[in-house]
């Protein structure tokens, strides 16, 4: 049983086009969040959700629109992507004050490349 | 603000070489500490941390001990492996912050 389940894993589109990167978590956490990791593997903080709600908007393009249905999903939606949206996406989840003493547990990744 | 500061990389060692990745931090309140291990095409995973001062996190032979006084939280192992190449984050998470802060990563590549 995956405990953050991202898809698609790979995603290859053109410039200008539109897509959506779908997470889902079974481990009962509170919190979200979406981080995209360039190609030197730095980690970057996007967004950030607890219970539906954001808490984190960190100078994101407003191309970028998470939405969450529910607490066990967040979903990433990217408008008109450019070349520099190229990068791996990561989805992560935490129980904030919880016993797990925030510890986030991530996805696999997404590995977006805009052509 | 919060923030971290590790070793850069890339990291080159032979095989049963001891390792260090230095890191240190700024932060407001009492944070716990975290190492987190990527490996190659997989998401982050926590490897140990230390949620308050003189603790030590220990984990697949990795250790690291939270100094207060030096705000520090460097990584050892004291025999490397091959399958111990990774990426290695350093990570703090304040009680009053909202999100983790991780540093910016450090490559291990450990050759036979």
Redesign the interface.
């Known amino acids: 049983d995956t405990a953050v389940s991202q898809t698609p894993k790979y995603l290859v589109t053109q410039m200008g086009n539109d897509k959506s990167i779908k997470c889902e978590q079974n481990l009962g956490h509170d919190t979200m969040y979406w981080y995209k990791q360039d190609s030197k593997k730095f980690l970057k903080i996007m967004f950030s959700y607890n219970n539906k709600e954001l808490i984190i908007n960190e100078t994101v393009p407003n191309r970028f629109s998470p939405k969450s249905p529910d607490k066990a999903h967040l979903n990433l939606h990217i408008n008109s992507l450019e070349l520099g949206d190229s990068a791996v996406y990561f989805c992560a989840s935490s129980l904030v004050g919880g016993a797990g003493e925030n510890i986030q547990y991530f996805g696999a990744g997404t590995r977006l490349s805009v052509l | 603000g919060n923030s971290v500061t590790q070793m850069e990389g890339p990291v080159t060692l032979s095989e049963e070489a001891f390792l260090t990745i230095n890191c240190t931090y700024t932060a407001t309140g009492y944070p716990?500490l975290?190492w987190?291990v990527?490996y190659p095409?997989?998401?982050?995973?926590?490897l140990l941390?230390a949620?308050k001062a003189d603790d030590k996190g220990s984990n697949k032979g990795f250790e690291a001990t939270y100094r207060k006084e030096t705000t520090s939280f460097h990584l050892e192992k004291g025999s490397v492996q091959v399958s111990d190449s990774a990426?290695y984050?350093c990570a703090l998470?304040s009680t009053n912050a909202?999100?983790?802060t991780?540093g910016?990563?450090t490559?291990l590549t450990v050759k036979p």
Do not use: A, H, N
């Open positions: 716990s975290f987190y990527q095409g997989e998401g982050l995973q926590l941390k949620t990426v984050f998470r909202g999100k983790s991780f910016d990563g490559t």
